[in-house]
């Protein structure tokens, strides 16, 4: 543990912790540090086998040019603690939010992953491993009850370490841009590890890098950073789901507020399947009407050849009708004229 467990001196608590707790609870230092060690111990191959990396992309091959080219704006940064554990519980926009928001911290980042792009076979895999580990990214444990267990777990890890959880409480990026229901993870998470939650809302990024599409509009992508949130009047209730929801809503509200995005009370999964279910409706719906249109048009166009064909049909009878007259064409002015000789 960096700063939290020299040897003699009993760990320190972070500063924006108002009550003077351990990170991991009521465990006595020695506990804590011995945990703490072998959890270090456990995940050394895949945090400090990439800190060298991370550093390097952060330094000098990807973060100089995004500062360069974007020239992201960050505020208060101030909010976010020069040492000990914090949680950084963000909004999601694009998929570049891992990167511009880590860029504007002199502190390392780090978030989960899903475990595949760690543990895919071949050299595309190795170095999909080693970017995601380099970068600040950590796979997600399945081994507990679940994926979303197996994230919590990886997250605890990382605070026992002193480091700075990043984690997106929506759960997937926004499709529209609005802010979505924060899932209660990140509420359980800052209750069990006794942690300040620091709101932080990412901006413009769907701009630089739209989701489903290849290439953005340049942009200055923009960081806010909130005031810590402090949960330890909730100790000892990690438990209780109405107490969950009611601290992940408070955070939602002030990455809302940060943000000055649309809050919708749906979680972004639903919301996205609502919109593709819809969009496929109205695809659907767009392919009916273009067959019925074509289907209205077929008709018509063989109603107007059929009135054409008995036109021309018409026509031919009565042709043929004059062709089979002897006297050919009749004549009023001759039949009159016929008619007063027999009449005489």
Same mark, same amino acid.
């Given at each position: 543990?960096?700063?939290?467990?020299?040897?003699?001196?009993?760990?320190?608590?972070?500063?924006?912790?108002? &009550?003077?707790?351990?990170?991991?609870?009521?465990?006595?230092?020695?506990?804590?540090?011995?945990?703490?060690?072998?959890?270090?111990?456990?995940?050394?191959? =895949?945090?400090?086998?990439?800190?060298?990396?991370?550093?390097?992309?952060?330094?000098?091959?990807?973060?100089?040019?995004?500062?360069?080219? !974007?020239?992201?704006?960050?505020?208060?940064?101030?909010?976010?603690?020069?040492?000990?554990?914090?949680? +950084?519980?963000?909004?999601?926009?694009?998929?570049?939010?891992?990167? !511009?928001?880590?860029?504007?911290?002199?502190?390392? /980042? =780090?978030?989960?992953?899903? @475990?595949?792009?760690?543990?895919?076979?071949? +050299?595309?895999?190795?170095?999909?491993?080693?970017?995601?580990?380099?970068?600040?990214? /950590?796979?997600?444990?399945?081994?507990?009850?679940?994926?979303?267990?197996?994230?919590?777990?990886?997250?605890?890890?990382?605070?026992?370490?002193?480091?700075?959880?990043?984690?997106?409480?929506?759960?997937?990026?926004?499709?529209?841009?609005?802010?979505?229901?924060?899932?209660?993870?990140?509420?359980?998470?800052?209750?069990?590890?006794?942690?300040? /939650?620091?709101?932080?809302?990412? +901006?413009?990024?769907?701009?630089?890098?739209?989701?489903?599409?290849?290439?953005?509009? !340049?942009?200055?992508?923009?960081?806010? !950073?909130?005031?810590?949130?402090?949960?330890?009047?909730?100790?000892?209730?990690?438990?209780?789901?109405?107490?969950? &929801?009611?601290?992940?809503?408070?955070?939602?509200?002030?990455?809302?507020?940060?943000?000055?995005?649309?809050?919708?009370?749906?979680?972004?999964?639903?919301?996205?399947? +609502?919109? =593709?279910?819809?969009?496929?409706?109205?695809?659907?719906?767009?392919?009916?009407?273009?067959?019925?249109?074509?289907?209205?048009?077929?008709?018509?166009? @063989?109603?107007?050849?059929?009135?054409?064909?008995?036109?021309?049909?018409?026509?031919?009878?009565?042709?043929? @009708?004059?062709?089979?007259?002897? @006297?050919?064409?009749?004549?009023?002015?001759?039949?009159?004229?016929?008619?007063?000789?027999?009449?005489?």
């Amino acid at each position: 543990m960096r700063g939290l467990c020299t040897p003699g001196v009993e760990p320190a608590t972070s500063r924006l912790v108002s &009550r003077d707790v351990s990170p991991l609870g009521d465990r006595p230092g020695e506990d804590y540090c011995s945990v703490a060690a072998a959890e270090s111990g456990r995940r050394h191959g =895949t945090l400090a086998g990439g800190t060298v990396f991370y550093w390097f992309l952060k330094w000098v091959a990807i973060g100089p040019l995004l500062r360069i080219v !974007f020239r992201p704006v960050v505020e208060g940064d101030e909010h976010v603690p020069e040492t000990g554990p914090a949680i +950084l519980a963000s909004n999601h926009l694009s998929y570049a939010d891992w990167l !511009f928001m880590p860029l504007t911290l002199s502190r390392r /980042v =780090t978030f989960v992953a899903k @475990a595949e792009y760690f543990t895919s076979p071949g +050299l595309k895999g190795w170095f999909q491993r080693k970017f995601f580990s380099g970068a600040g990214q /950590v796979p997600i444990d399945r081994s507990g009850a679940s994926a979303a267990e197996g994230a919590l777990s990886s997250a605890r890890a990382i605070l026992e370490e002193g480091d700075l959880f990043g984690i997106y409480p929506e759960g997937t990026r926004s499709h529209d841009g609005r802010l979505y229901r924060g899932k209660t993870g990140v509420a359980r998470l800052a209750l069990e590890t006794k942690v300040p /939650v620091i709101p932080v809302a990412v +901006l413009r990024t769907d701009v630089v890098a739209p989701p489903g599409r290849k290439f953005g509009t !340049f942009t200055r992508p923009g960081v806010r !950073f909130g005031k810590p949130l402090d949960f330890s009047r909730y100790e000892g209730l990690e438990n209780d789901r109405y107490i969950l &929801r009611s601290v992940t809503d408070e955070i939602m509200y002030e990455i809302m507020r940060l943000s000055g995005q649309e809050y919708v009370d749906l979680y972004a999964g639903q919301a996205k399947e +609502l919109a =593709t279910k819809a969009a496929q409706e109205a695809k659907e719906q767009a392919r009916e009407q273009a067959r019925e249109e074509a289907r209205r048009a077929k008709a018509e166009k @063989a109603a107007a050849d059929e009135a054409g064909r008995r036109e021309a049909a018409g026509a031919d009878d009565t042709d043929r @009708a004059d062709e089979a007259d002897p @006297a050919g064409p009749s004549d009023p002015d001759k039949a009159d004229e016929s008619e007063q000789k027999k009449a005489s």
